[in-house]
């Protein structure tokens, strides 16, 4: 069983930086990818973020391209997301996922990922 802990979410404001972290235990940080997904009230979850354990690889929506950066430390077992000049609509909930395989669903699909942390709240304001 794998276990997700995000941390890192508060309050920043426009323009300004946040990094938050995910920190697995459990089992070896060694499976498919992990990911970052958000999830605002009233919405649906939606794909942040992504990268392959194997090669490294990342993969972001259009919404974040640019702005926001994901990488691992796989000695720390610890999952980021740098997050440069946010934005208003990037307040929400933010949490972290792991999944095994790799195929369908794709990367971008949260049925793809089999774990999930608590969330990690960010809001971005004056």
């Known amino acids: 069983q794998v276990q997700l802990v995000e941390s890192g979410g508060g309050l920043v404001q426009p323009g300004g930086s946040l990094r938050l972290s995910c920190a697995a235990s459990?089992?070896?940080?060694?499976?498919?990818?992990m990911g970052w997904f958000r999830q605002a009230p009233g919405k649906e979850r939606e794909f942040v973020a992504a990268?392959?354990?194997?090669?490294?690889?990342?993969y972001y929506a259009d919404s974040v391209q640019g702005r926001f950066t994901t990488s691992r430390e796989n000695a720390e077992n610890t999952l980021y997301l740098q997050m440069n000049n946010p934005r208003t609509d990037d307040t929400t909930v933010y949490y972290c996922a792991e999944r095994s395989t790799s195929g369908l669903p794709g990367r971008m699909d949260l049925r793809g990922y089999d774990y999930w942390g608590q969330g990690t709240q960010v809001t971005v304001s004056e």
């Open positions: 459990g089992r070896p940080f060694s499976d498919y990818a």
């Open positions: 990268i392959i354990w194997r090669g490294g690889a990342t």
